[in-house]
């Protein structure tokens, strides 16, 4: 019954909103609706920054963990390889720096 009561007090409130005395009435609902929506709001954004935090959390410690018989990335022999090459690279600098190719002049 008092819920009855209370939702024709509120509905009759509502209708006529202009009336000073029943001001406070809708004073009262309008805080009470947005502490409660604020309250709901803070629940959800708590509830969601926890989510993401142990989410992070299990990245983290997957990340920590020791690899298991992981292959290496890069073999002994490639990288002998890539050094002969970057060798004979430099090798082949320092004669084109020693002895540079005559080029002739387009402009004549």
């Known amino acids: 019954m008092n819920k009855v009561n209370t ?4 509905r ?3 209708q006529s909103r202009l009336e000073p005395r029943y ?3 809708i004073a009262v ?3 009470r609706s947005l502490l409660i929506v604020a309250f709901i709001s803070l629940l959800g954004v708590l509830m969601w920054s926890f989510s993401e935090l142990q989410t992070s959390r299990a990245i983290l410690e997957r990340l920590n963990e020791p690899p298991t018989n992981q292959i290496p990335i890069v ?3 490639q990288i002998e390889d890539m050094a002969a090459k970057l ?3 430099q090798s082949a600098y320092t004669q084109l720096k020693n002895a540079p190719p005559s080029v002739s002049d387009p402009s004549q």
Do not use: G, I, N, Q
Request: net charge positive; glycine share 0%; proline share 0%.
């Open 23 to 25: 001001m406070r009435t």
């Open 87 to 89: 060798t004979a690279r």
């Open 12 to 14: 009759e409130t509502l």
């Open 7 to 10: 939702y024709t007090r509120l």
């Open 29 to 31: 609902f309008y805080w």
């Open 75 to 77: 073999t002994r022999k």
